[in-house]
């Protein structure tokens, strides 16, 4: 099977090269063998991030792996790889307002053209403040031959998205899942065993403007560095440790504003994870932890899942973000209802720890049912 990756690989977080485990972890599952050729947005990034997580790869599906890289802003090399395909598709992440959207756009077009089979697998939509945005993700979905959603909330935004060009939506061909990172920390689960360690990790980043129409970027900031310095103080005999999940500039380093807090801070136990960490190496930090403490979007899912002792600070839209619709479809006995504070709407308290001896416990069964979707679906292009 030859599949042709898309996605905002290139530019990829901890997230998105947990997306990609997780996806390979699919494919394993659903083809007796399958070879990847990747887009990325800028190629050498790319061949760095999979030297470092190769072997993960390996460990995961038991085998070599084929995964040949190609430059996706390329109309050349992307029309290549698409017709040496039996599969395109769009590798997880959101589809929002960003204008690398058009090359996702223009693929999906130039597939069903080649008479590929295309697909939007474990991705979240939104958000979506400009018209043209949601046109092209209209016009993706379009020319998608399956699509599964990485929460429900993401299937109700698709659904609005074809109200507002009065286009019929057929709900029963859109599926739902989870994320594809959960499928990657699952198999993580399954391969090692927590050996708990004496310190608290935490991931911020920079607050990011395109997630919020009306708020004071600079204000949230600091009111992030106050929660650090109250928990580094409460906790004056733990480690905190300052994890990014991004290290890149395009998309914002995270170690940038971390190395800011600490310097600003200058509490001895307050610590940045400057060198890169693999994608193994960060869910191995979150899953020893004492305790967790999430803002990226896949900061949380990677927690939720390893380790269960954790808490989240929500950068997305209040109640209709990735994170909350994480949180809604995975933590049906509300858990987290007093573990997550909405950083667009609330103050920002370290009370949010009283309770760091709890554990969420998945229902692991629950979650690898409704990950087979992916599976189930997969196994239909088998050529």
């Not at 050729?37 to 050498?44: A, D, E, M, Q, T």
């Not at 790319?46 to 792996?65: A, L, M, W």
């Not at 992307?78 to 590798?91: N, P, Q, R, T, W």
């Not at 733990?238 to 800011?260: A, Q, T």
Request: net charge neutral.
């Amino acid at each position: 099977m030859k599949i042709t990756v898309l996605g905002w690989y290139g530019t990829e977080t901890i997230g998105d090269r947990a997306i990609l485990a997780g996806l390979i972890s699919l494919f394993n599952k659903s083809y007796k063998s399958f070879e990847i050729r990747l887009g990325s947005l800028n190629p050498f990034f790319s061949q760095r991030t999979i030297n470092e997580d190769y072997c993960f790869y390996k460990e995961i599906v038991g085998q070599e792996i084929t995964i040949e890289l190609f430059n996706s802003k390329s109309s050349t090399e992307l029309f290549a790889a698409i017709k040496e395909s039996d599969l395109v598709l769009m590798g997880g992440g959101p589809l929002m307002d960003l204008n690398e959207l058009f090359m996702i756009e223009y693929a999906f077009k130039k597939a069903k053209k080649a008479g590929v089979k295309t697909a939007l697998l474990g991705c979240g939509i939104g958000p979506l403040f400009h018209k043209k945005y949601r046109r092209s993700v209209l016009n993706i979905s379009s020319n998608s031959d399956l699509i599964i959603l990485r929460d429900s909330k993401s299937k109700i935004s698709l659904k609005n998205i074809y109200a507002e060009f009065d286009k019929p939506f057929q709900s029963e061909k859109i599926s739902v899942s989870y994320d594809p990172a959960v499928e990657c920390v699952l198999e993580f689960k399954r391969l090692n065993k927590k050996i708990e360690q004496d310190y608290i990790a935490i991931n911020l980043r920079d607050f990011p403007a395109e997630y919020g129409k009306n708020c004071d970027c600079k204000s949230i900031n600091e009111k992030l560095k106050a929660f650090v310095k109250d928990v580094a103080l409460k906790y004056c005999g733990k480690d905190i440790r300052l994890v990014p999940m991004h290290y890149f500039h395009i998309g914002g380093d995270d170690r940038v504003f971390l190395n800011s807090i600490a310097l600003e801070l200058k509490l001895k136990n307050i610590h940045v994870q400057n060198t890169n960490l693999t994608l193994k190496e960060t869910i191995e930090c979150f899953q020893n932890a004492n305790f967790n403490i999430g803002m990226r979007f896949h900061s949380v899912v990677l927690q939720v899942i390893v380790s269960g002792k954790n808490c989240i600070l929500d950068y997305t839209e209040p109640k209709k973000g990735k994170i909350s619709s994480f949180l809604s479809d995975i933590d049906n006995v509300g858990f987290y209802n007093n573990r997550y504070i909405a950083l667009q709407e609330s103050q920002i308290s370290s009370s949010i720890m009283l309770n760091d001896g709890d554990e969420f416990h998945i229902d692991e069964s629950m979650v690898r049912e409704r990950l087979k979707v992916y599976i189930d679906n997969l196994v239909e292009f088998v050529v």
